[in-house]
Each structure stands twice: as C-alpha cells, then as structure tokens.
C-alpha cells in the first residue's frame, strides 16, 4: 500500500503546471469528513492535511467550517408508557401533558378534529405528513376551544394558503395552550399504536424531567374509568338558534321535513360538535341543549318531539347518570345518540361497552347498513364500542364496520330509538351518513301523528 507521502508527492507532481504559477508553498485541503450519526449530524472541529512544498511534505491545520444546521432544534419529547421516547421540535406552548396517544387518517380536517371535544384527554398524532398548511379560520370550529392535550406532527407546515384563514396553527396552539411537536416519525409512531394498541404518553418541552420520570408519569394514568363528559360539557341550558347558510343545504329532502317542522329536539351535551347542530337545524329543528348532567324529568318537562344524546370523550361506562337519565327516556320520546350518545343508548338497552385496540380515528371508515346493504363512508372518532352479543331481544345491529366488524348503529323500535357510532355531520367528502338526521325527523313526525 502506498505510502500518504507517495500519494502526495504523486498528486503534486500531476499539477505540476499549477506549481510554476505557484513558487509559495501549495496547500492540498481535504474536504471535511461530515459523518451521521442517529439522525444527527456530527462534525469534527479539526482534520490535518497534509501539503506539498518544493518535495517537501508538511502538516497544515484546517479548520472545517462550521455552517448553522438547517434543521431545528428537537427541544421536545414524546414519551410512552412502553419506555420508547420520540424526540421532537416544539411548536404551540410549553410545558407538559399527559394523555392518550391515538393516531388520526383524516387527509384534511385538523381544525375541526383538533376542537371536538371527543377528543379531551387524547394526543392526536396525524398520519398525513404536511400539517398546517391552511392555517385555522373562524368558519370551521367544532367548539369554542382545543380540547386535545397535544397535537403531533411529521411536517408543520411554514407556509399558510387559504383565503379563510386567520391564524397560523402555531399561534392557534399558543393561544389555547396546547403543546405541539413536530418532526416526528409518525409513521413509525402509527405502527407502534397499531401493534400495541393505543398507549398513555407524555409530551413536554422541559429539559429537566428525565425520561424514567416521564415513562413513571405515563404507567401511573389510564382514560378507562374516566368520565369526561361532565368536564366539557354545558353548565347551563340554553336554546341554540343560529340556523344554517345555504351551503348547509345540499339534502334536497330537507326542505320536505322542514313543511312539518319545527320539531323541538333536546340535545344532551356530552361534548355535542358545531356542526350536528347544523344539521339538526338545518332539518327544521328547534333545539335546547342540556347539561350532561341534567335530570330526564327536567327534559321531559320540556315535552320535546325527540331527545338527542351527542359525542363525547372518555369512558362511556364512567358515566353511569347519563345511561340512568337515557333509561328513563326511552320510550317516552324519540331518541337519536352519536357515538357517545351510542355507547350510552347501548348501555341503557342493557348491554355493555368495551375498549377498542387502537380505536377508529379518521375519514374513511366504511359502514355496511344491514337492512339494504349500502355502505355508507363514514368519519369516526372513538375507542370504545358496543359489545352487540350482550344486547337483548328487540334490539337490531342495523350499521357494521367493515373494517373490523364492530357494531357501529342500532335500532330498537319498541323504544323509538336509533344510533350509530360515528359522525354523519363530519362528511368526509360524501353525505353518505346524513340519512340518519333524516330517519330521525321521521321518527318524530310519526310520533307527532
């Protein structure tokens, strides 16, 4: 093997040209060895090189240049309740939160995901790459707040592009204190949850917490046994009378139902969204909402054409004086329950819920309705589900989940009663689901007559 001065002395003499012009002393400089290391770039200081002077060989120092890196700076973390810690960049507030890690397959929609209040006591981690893009706008808010505790991200998005949009997602998250981390592999992220099911994780933006203490904080909390509907809901009733523009009325059946309206619905409010006000409005309801809390009798005192019971976060068997209030009315009125409002209307029907995996998260979940076998393409948002083999006699599974076979819409006629568990209001590009707001207002125009 050839010696480094044989090389050199090879080297110069190829350049002999160059050294004619050059009677001082030429330098050789090797690039800078740039090495990666876990994601990380790592740069020595120094390097020697060596250089050529009339057939002499000497040492130069070469200080590398020392460019800023491009990259930001990963000052936050991601810790699970399994020991993995995911290193992240800070966006939003600082801090630190502890919560339920779920991820969501929405394409679009993360303002509106990001306040349903289903969504309390839950870190969203997005599988679409580029997040933010179109900024937050006033239109398109689920609730007044951000109900989630952390919003995770693989690609913020540094430019905003919508006409509608008055805010940076960043600056969205400062003002309702929620913590954002971005560049995360949330691909990876995703793989974890679909394996292991979704799993309690803690964000924050303090250096001086150590990971053990964070992995500590995270097997001490658990969202089962929580109830949650109390602390988003009302504290009062109130009457909600905004009505809808003409962009809410592409249901050309709607006009029909409104001949026979105003139907007076009371809606429950376990964490009821914008936009299923909307639609009940839009079908020529009158609507009051209630307190989750709020006694039946109180509700039956209002002598309503139906009761509502909405979404929600949470543990639907921690919520035992929504299911008593939900058995109380049965039966006297029409009744029509979302998610939540499933899960409670289930356990009033006698069965029993239970804990998904990994839960459904997302725009694109097909439903089969089983009485003509339509299937509906349906936005979900939940962890827990109907268990239908505990349900009793008279009660019909009527909507599946294709992707998992779970129990997704029931219908118990004796009661006047339907459900589903997912959103029609969301409609993840088609209407497929707003039939349901339709068979709804036929139940109480047939309880009227």
Known sequence: MQSLQTKLQGRSAACGVADLHAPCSRQLIFAPVVERAHGRRACQSFRSASAVSGGRVRTVVVRA??????????????????????????????????????????????????????????????????????????????????????IIVRDLSCVVSNYRSKMTLDAYCKKENVIG???????????????????????????????????????????????????????EPYEWGKGTSDEWEFNGRVKL???HGP??????????????????????????????????????KMNPDGVFF?????????????????????????????????????????GKTFKLKFGHHGGN?????????????SAQNHNFAVDPTTLPAGVEVTHVNLNDGTCAGMLYKDKKAITIQYHPEASPGPHDADVCFEQFVDMMRAERV
């Open 365 to 377: 979940h097909p439903i089969r309705y089983m009485p003509t076998g339509r299937v509906e393409i």
């Open 310 to 350: 909405s979404n929600g976060p949470g543990d639907p068997s921690a919520a035992p004086y929504a299911v008593e209030n939900a058995k109380t009315i049965l039966g006297k009125k029409p009744v029509f329950g979302i998610c939540m409002g499933h899960q409670v209307l289930g356990q009033a029907f006698g």
């Open 257 to 259: 139902a409104k001949q």
């Open 263 to 300: 139907f007076h619905v009371v809606a429950y409010d376990f964490g009821i969204k914008t936009n299923i006000l909307r639609r009940l409005a839009s079908f020529g309801c009158r609507i009051t909402v209630v307190p989750a809390t709020y006694p039946a009798s109180e509700v039956l």
């Open 65 to 150: 240049s020392a460019a800023p890196s491009p990259f930001p700076k990963r000052d936050a973390r991601l810790v699970l309740e399994n020991g993995s810690v995911w290193h992240a960049t800070a966006f939003g507030a600082s801090g630190t939160e502890i919560g339920e890690v779920v991820f969501n397959t929405s394409l679009t929609g993360y303002q509106e995901i990001m306040t349903d209040p289903s969504y309390k006591g839950q870190f969203v981690a997005f599988t679409c790459p580029h997040i933010g893009n179109v900024g937050i706008n006033n239109e398109d808010m689920e609730s007044t707040k951000c109900h989630l505790g952390a």
């Open 181 to 235: 981390l971005g560049n995360v592999d949330t691909r990876a992220l995703t793989k974890v949850l679909r394996e292991t099911g979704c799993l309690v994780g803690v964000v924050t933006t303090d250096p001086t917490k150590s990971d053990e203490e964070l992995v500590s904080m995270a097997k001490s909390w658990t969202i089962v046994g929580k109830d949650l509907l109390s602390v988003v809901s009302c504290t």
